[in-house]
């Protein structure tokens, strides 16, 4: 089955940076667009980032434009997430998400992903 096992949350101060990485297993890896989403206490789900099939296209929420970068390593079936500048607002539990629909695939965007990691606490202090 499709497992999604994400790494690398944690308790960091403002202005900080932390590396979030998702494995994925029991997948056509590149037969899915990757991404992030996050869930902040008494909030809904909400999209952060997404990578295309190949890499080659990202698509990231305005929040965190700039600040967050996403990658993936096709030949590890891994992606990260790169997080810079971290703020207290960005605290939330962090969601790995493959997405097979052809935008997702194409250019990183997704709305409904097909598989959902179990989610790492990222906690930013003020």
């Known amino acids: 089955q499709v497992q999604l096992v994400e790494s690398g949350g944690g308790l960091v101060q403002a202005g900080g940076s932390l590396r979030l990485s998702c494995a994925a297993s029991?997948?056509?890896?590149?037969?899915?667009?990757m991404g992030w989403f996050r869930q902040a206490p008494g909030k809904e789900r909400e999209f952060v980032a997404g990578?295309?099939?190949?890499?080659?296209?990202?698509y990231y929420a305005d929040s965190v434009k700039d600040r967050f970068t996403i990658s993936r390593d096709n030949a590890k079936n891994t992606v990260l997430l790169q997080m810079n500048s971290l703020k207290p607002e960005d605290t939330a539990v962090y969601y790995c998400?493959?997405?097979?629909?052809?935008?997702?695939?194409?250019?990183?965007?997704?709305?409904?992903?097909?598989?959902w990691g179990q989610g790492t606490q990222v906690t930013v202090s003020s």
């Open positions: 029991g997948l056509t890896f590149t037969s899915y667009g």
């Open positions: 998400a493959a997405d097979s629909g052809l935008a997702a695939r194409i250019s990183g965007f997704m709305k409904t992903p097909d598989e």
């Open positions: 990578i295309s099939w190949s890499g080659i296209r990202t």
